[in-house]
Each structure stands twice: as C-alpha cells, then as structure tokens.
Nanobody
C-alpha cells in the first residue's frame, strides 16, 4: 500500500520560507507521480506543485510559480516542497498525493487533476502571519 507522511509545516511570517517533506513508501518511484495539494478553510483544494514519475519534470500552479520548488530524493523516497516568499494566502493544510495512474501513463504531471487511484497522506499545516 502507498503510504505518505508529510511534515515540516509551521508558523512563519510574510516573506519567510518553509520546506515541507513527504516521506513515501509502498511504490516504485518510477511508477508514481507525486503532487502537493493544499486546502484552506472554506476554500476548494488546490494543486500547487507536482513531479512526474521518475522526476523528469515538475509543474507548478500559477499562484506559486517562482516561489515554490518541488524536488525529490529518490534514495530516501522523500519529496520536498521549498516555499519561499510566503504570503498570507499560502496559509492552508498541505498534503502530498501519489498518483500511480498519471505516473504510469503520462510523461508529465498535473496540478489541476488527480485520478481515482490517487492516495493522500495526512496534511501538515502552514500558517503565514502578516
């Protein structure tokens, strides 16, 4: 079974930085696309970044482009989301998501969709204070 554990959230001031980590197990890195989604109270969930299976490409939502960077350490099966220049609107619970369907059949990943086979980890809260 795919298991994902995200951590690294916290309270940070506007303009600050955080790095989220997602430790994964139960799958082969080359078979799964990994994404970071977030959800704030009263808002729809939003995909912010993803990395394709094997780590060949990354995709970012326009709202975080230029500020967030997603990377991976294959040996540790850990995926990172470096978040810089944080804004109050970045406040949300952040989740890492594994999508084996996208990973298996597509060469890129997507932040605006997930397949029915996607697995979610538990969230980590990011709060940006002004």
């Amino acid at each position: 079974d795919v298991q994902l554990q995200a951590f690294g959230g916290g309270l940070v001031q506007v303009g600050g930085s955080l790095r989220l980590s997602c430790v994964a197990s139960g799958f082969t890195f080359d078979d799964v696309s990994i994404a970071w989604f977030r959800q704030a109270p009263g808002k729809e969930r939003e995909g912010v970044a993803c990395i394709s299976s094997g780590g060949g490409s990354t995709t970012y939502a326009d709202s975080v482009k230029g500020r967030f960077t997603m990377s991976s350490d294959n040996a540790k099966k850990t995926f990172y989301l470096q978040m810089n220049n944080l804004k109050p609107e970045d406040t949300a619970a952040y989740y890492c998501v594994a999508d084996p369907y996208v990973g298996r059949y597509f060469t890129k990943c997507y932040v605006d969709r997930l397949s029915d086979s996607a697995s979610w980890g538990q969230g980590t809260q990011v709060t940006v204070s002004s």
